[in-house]
């Protein structure tokens, strides 16, 4: 373990449980604790459109953070956020993109890490039937996991459900929707609140180990905290014809504070890339 954190308080604003996930992660490999303040975070913005978000997630997770460390009156602070949608590169799948940031206000960095998962119960649906509503209930891991449901056409924004434990509470929070909606539709979404979504919760913790991890490193030249991988350098030659291809041939580490990076090969070895992989042998 490194000294860096150690015995260091933390603020990590979340009003959803986080700490459940992130906080054994910067205990074992920092010796840091964590401290939740009760902060409204429901003024950045909410997942369920009422209130609309500013900023992109790495300038929310910022904001988000600091009203922790304000409130706390701490120097180091966490925030983690999450978006989801279609996958970047394959746009039939839903993804659950995370976020997690560190803002160390004594050596004056921020350094986030990302995760970007396919384990995601991420879906919305507009439905008429009660049949209709139980298998997205099917579909959405209901009740292991939250659903939030309310009129279709939304004439009055304070009829919104997002508590419904079981399938009797669903069924009247379904049954008040569809009467208040002039549609008789009714509007149905993951709950994406951490809290309420054992998946997102486990992709949150995966990636707190990750950055828990780098702020553990030191960089080899200056010596401060959060050394990792910050990038990838492709061109990985053919086997066949040395053309160099789309193939990643090293990863790059480097510093958050001062200038010095590595460029380190392949992890697992691979020295070519595969013929098929080749725009000339195999264009
Ligand atoms: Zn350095
Ligand atoms: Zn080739």
């Not at 990590?12 to 409204?40: C, M």
Request: net charge negative; charged share 20%; aromatic share 8%.
């Amino acid at each position: 373990m490194t000294i860096f954190y150690r015995e260091q308080n933390i603020a990590l604003t979340t009003k959803h449980q986080k700490e459940n996930v992130i906080a054994p992660h910067f205990r074992d490999l920092l010796g840091a604790t964590l401290l939740v303040p009760q902060i409204d975070t429901d003024v950045l913005g909410t997942f369920s459109g009422e209130i609309e978000r500013k900023g992109n997630a790495l300038e929310t997770a910022i904001q988000k953070a600091r009203l922790g460390m304000q409130a706390t009156n701490l120097s180091y602070g966490l925030a983690s956020e999450g978006s989801f949608g279609p996958h970047p590169y394959i746009p039939l799948l839903s993804c659950d993109n995370e976020l997690l940031v560190f803002i160390d206000d004594e050596r004056g960095f921020h350094l986030h890490e990302m995760l970007i998962s396919e384990e995601t119960n991420y879906a919305h649906a507009c439905v008429s039937t009660l049949e209709q509503a139980h298998q997205f209930l099917n579909s959405a891991k209901f009740p292991s996991h939250g659903v939030i449901l309310r009129p279709n056409d939304w004439q009055d924004h304070r009829i919104i459900f997002k508590d419904a434990e079981t399938i009797t509470a669903f069924n009247k929070a379904f049954d008040i929707c569809k009467l208040s909606s002039s549609d008789g539709q009714v509007w149905l979404e993951t709950d994406m609140r951490a809290h309420r979504n054992p998946s997102r919760m486990s992709v949150i913790a995966t990636l707190a180990e990750k950055l828990a991890r780098r702020l553990a490193t030191p960089c080899p030249s200056c010596a401060l905290p959060g050394w990792g991988r910050t990038g990838v350098n492709r061109g990985l030659e053919c086997e066949m014809c040395r053309t160099e291809t789309e193939m990643v041939k090293a990863d790059i580490f480097s510093c958050v504070m001062c200038d010095y990076s590595e460029s380190k090969p392949r992890l697992d070895g691979l020295w070519y890339a595969p013929q098929e992989y080749c725009p000339y042998c195999n264009p």
